[in-house]
């Protein structure tokens, strides 16, 4: 069926609603115990060190233990946020994943019950490795409606549990971990304020980025699929140069909506895919790479958490001042893409994702 021809929607207006904000007031990541590095991976799989660091900027990843699902790690970033944030309690909870802990129902609830929240909104987000750009976007509007006074927002991603170990394209990228940021009801003008936002996707590219069995175009029947079916599977190349224009794109437009330029900026924080793709994203925006924040090297890509894995670990670096102005882009399947500005917080002390 032609798709239909529908009147255009007016562009989005640079004016962010007065009065009512949401604004970061906790922020934490966590990654599980067990560290894989280039190495161990090059004694199973046909590579080397020096491929993946060259090709990817990834040194190491972290995997959840046999057994360990996504509300898990899920559930130590949410209750380390919400200490950061002194201790309140939110009354909604969305989690952005890709590896929910089961296709039915959403993993949000019950994290939400295991951090004492029972009785919250919950509900999950998603988008792939665009996830907590799209969390924070449903977070903004819940608080800007008067929905929720206090939104917890995770990204969580186990990719191990999805990626084919023995397939070396995928098994160097991806790493497990989770990371989140509590946003209560403020100002627009106040530091930790959110806004704007650019969202988009074309699911054109759908087969780019995808696990094709287990949902209701593909079932999970014996017989119907093959093993290989269940996995993660990437068209890299293709994927590469998708994820560099719409990243640069995406970021340009919500400078734009912000009338702000890239030298406004004082530090980016594009989804942590892949080294050499954060650098072309920060080349092309005009960014100086010491703006350009980077854990690619001690995590490898960990979908919806990459980004606030990499601001907790800023935070906890002390390498933002309140009142600078962040910006955030990701890409991912769908294919999705989104960007924020964030005007840096005053938080108390963020721990490091790493610490156990
Ligand atoms: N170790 C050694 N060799 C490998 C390898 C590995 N882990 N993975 C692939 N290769 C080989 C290929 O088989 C190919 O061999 P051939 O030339 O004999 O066919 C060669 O290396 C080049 O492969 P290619 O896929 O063209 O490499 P690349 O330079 O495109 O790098 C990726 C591969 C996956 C690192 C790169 O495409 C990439 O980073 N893509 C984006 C992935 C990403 O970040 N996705 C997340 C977005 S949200």
Redesign the pocket.
Known sequence: MPAPDLRPCPPPSPAVPRGRSAVLCGLAGWVPPRVVTNEELSRR????DA??RT??GIGRRHFAEAGQATSDLAVEAGRRALDCAGGIAADAVVVATTTPDRSCPATAPVVAARLGLTGAAAFDVSA??TGFVYGLASAAGLIAAGVAERVLLIGADTYSTIVDPGD??NA??FGDGAGAVVLRAGHPDEPGAVGHFDLGSDGAGEEL?MVAAGGSRQRSTPGDVSPQDHHFS?R??E??RH?VTRMADSASAALALADCKADDIDHFVP?Q??Q??LRSVAESLGLPPERCVSNVESVG?TGAASIPLALADAAARHAFKPGERVLLTA???GLTWGSCLLNWPVLPRVSHPHSQ
């Open positions: 799989l046909d590579t080397s491929w993946i090709r990817t792939v490795c070396r394209a160097i990228i980025i990437m890299g190349k994927v590469y994820a989804h895919a892949n050499r793709i890509n890409f991912g399947g």
